[in-house]
């Protein structure tokens, strides 16, 4: 039986305004080996640093997926994008699967033996996060398709990417857990929000296979600039959403006709 949360532990967590310090005392005490272990687990969350990042790990579909100070959290909104993937790998009898702009590779983790998967990222910090969260995973440190070894080419089944997506001048409003803890290149999408997802869905086009997909996470506000950069790379577009988890996709497909003159 789980003990209740340490009412000190409660109320240092609740003067640090944590909306839900009971459930976060019960997870750093269930995280601490020692009172002192946990005097400084708590120490950590009260001077405003991620509860995940605490942790050492985030929830994320029904696993515990390893992170680390100097990475990006994965959010719950994300798990969209990993279910949309999942779907899509799942009409093909052996996937290849490629999640670029990685970090510590949440959609390479829900696929994981399902076929042939690759991850990609610039961050070392990230990968090995992503080591430990998709072991079977083939992991590539680079920037974008660069990072690809060349007999990916034209075989991608499943292209997935939670790349940045926030436009640069709303960073300084972000909350502080973000803003301060995670790095601003695994935040900063550019003015608009998309100068990745248009380098994306420009070189897609090269990378997937006939029928192939690349699904990209995105905002419902900036979903129209999404689908507007994959259209443009000649893919077909939809969109899907969920307000469960806040979540929005993008997906073009790469028709048979559209590859063949990729």
Known sequence: MT????????ARLRAAGCVW?????????????????????????????????VLGWVGF?????????????????????????????????????VEMCCGVAPVAAVLDGAGEVHAADLSEPAL?????????????????????PVDLTGRVDVLAAN????????????PPEAREHEPRAALDGGEEGVDLHRRLALGAPRWLAPGGVLVVETSPGQVA??????????????????????????????????????
């Not at 003990?3 to 409660?10: L, S, Y």
């Not at 997870?27 to 005097?39: F, I, T, V, Y």
């Not at 029904?62 to 990993?82: D, I, N, Q, S, W």
């Open 3 to 10: 003990p209740p949360p340490d009412e000190a532990v409660v």
């Open 128 to 148: 090995a996060c992503a080591r430990q969260n998709a072991p079977t995973a083939r992991l590539h440190l680079g920037d974008l398709y660069d990072a690809l």
């Open 61 to 97: 579909l029904g696993r515990r997926l390893v992170v680390a100070p100097g990475v990006f959290v994965p959010r719950r909104r994300t798990e969209l994008l990993a279910r949309t993937a999942l779907a899509r790998a799942a009409l093909v009898e052996r996937p290849v699967v």
């Open 163 to 174: 790349a940045p997506y926030v436009p640069t001048r709303r960073i300084a409003s972000m």
């Open 225 to 262: 600039l999404t689908t507007e950069a994959l259209e443009r790379a000649g893919l077909a577009t939809e969109v899907v959403t969920d307000p469960e988890v806040d979540g929005c996709v993008a997906v073009g497909r790469l028709s048979p006709a559209a590859a063949a003159t990729a």
């Open 21 to 53: 310090a009971e459930d976060e005392a019960a997870l750093l005490q269930e995280a601490a080996g020692s009172a002192s272990e946990l005097d400084a687990l708590v120490a950590r969350r009260v001077a405003g640093e991620p509860l995940e990042l």
